[in-house]
């Protein structure tokens, strides 16, 4: 089992070295957003690169066979899949969908990511920066970790699917991300993370969980919590669903409880 935080430093390295990738420059129009935008219409083995800001979006169902699919290295950025499908070899094969480096302003929306280790991973990059970057409207399927998002300030992961999996949203140094209105089911303990539940922050604080619906593996392997934060981190309105526990939060501040009382 490689530990969480060892293979954040691996990728970083990594991805320092995916500066200088080819970009598409075919404009045409995507169909869900209905603006003019770059079709991306093929993955190339070192990755597709975005360092300008703009609009792209996926013409057709692709899959990725490097490190990163797409690699986003610059701000303000709407990435949209398109009602299509991004896919991996499968988590093992230790692979990101979406990697953004040092960015803020990037969206992803309106498709699917499977099969991947991370499926959307957000890092500071050499500039430093994580910030207000969203995802919304995308189905994860089988990702280890679905989204990850290291030393972020302000970023939303709002009305996805994310099922199966290790970890459905994993933080760490995070202040003041939000997760809401999204549907988490079946994480479990069976990949190299080890831990098998909705959401997950380390070292983090301010972070707000909203209005989720997570839902306990009925197989062998899950966790007996459905979010693991820290109490500076608040829950609100989420429900629970398979879970011994009657509330299955561990950490983190429940405040409609708190409010209860």
Known sequence: MIPIMKRHVVLSLIAAGLSLLSVASANAWSVATNVPGTAITSIPAGGFAITKSGN?????????????GIVVEASEVTIDLNGRTLSGAGPAG???????????????????????????????????????????????NNNEIAVMSESGTSNWVKQCVIDG????????????????????????????VGVGTGIMTVASKGNLFDENLIAHST??????????????????????????????????????AASAN
């Open 56 to 68: 792209y979006y996926l013409a057709t169902n692709l899959t990725v066979s490097g490190l990163a």
């Open 165 to 192: 999996g290790d970890v459905g949203v994993y933080l760490n140094d995070d202040i003041g991300t939000r997760v809401s209105h999204s549907i988490f089911e079946e994480q479990q303990r069976s990949q190299s």
């Open 94 to 140: 230790f692979q990101i969908g979406i990697l953004v480096l040092g960015e803020q302003d990037v969206i992803v929306q309106q498709g699917d990511i499977d099969k991947f280790a991370y499926g959307i991973l957000w890092l500071p990059g050499i500039a430093g920066v994580n910030a207000k970057n969203r995802v919304e409207d995308v189905n994860f």
């Open 219 to 256: 197989s062998p392997g899950g966790n007996a919590f459905g979010i693991i934060a820290s109490k500076a981190d608040k829950v609100r309105f989420d429900t629970f669903v398979n879970y011994g526990l009657a509330v299955p939060i561990l950490g983190a501040v429940d405040l409609f």
